[in-house]
């Protein structure tokens, strides 16, 4: 099942927040993850826009 775009959203905050706390912490290692699964959530959030414009 597809995550709607306010999930999507609310996970992307959760996951921004989860990686500064990991740059604060300086544990690069975990915050590229977190950059790399909000990434992620970016590009799901673009196809959904993108479902949307046609």
Same mark, same amino acid.
């Given at each position: ?10 996970? &992307? ?6 990686? *500064?706390?990991? =740059?604060?912490? %300086?544990?690069?290692? &975990? ?6 699964? *909000?990434?992620? =959530?970016?590009? %799901? ?10």
């Amino acid at each position: 099942m597809e995550k709607t775009k306010e999930e999507l959203l609310e996970q &992307l905050k959760e996951i921004e927040d989860q990686k *500064a706390t990991a =740059i604060k912490n %300086q544990n690069y290692e &975990l915050a590229a993850n977190f950059r790399d699964r *909000a990434s992620e =959530i970016r590009k %799901q959030l673009q196809d959904i826009e993108n479902k949307h414009s046609i």
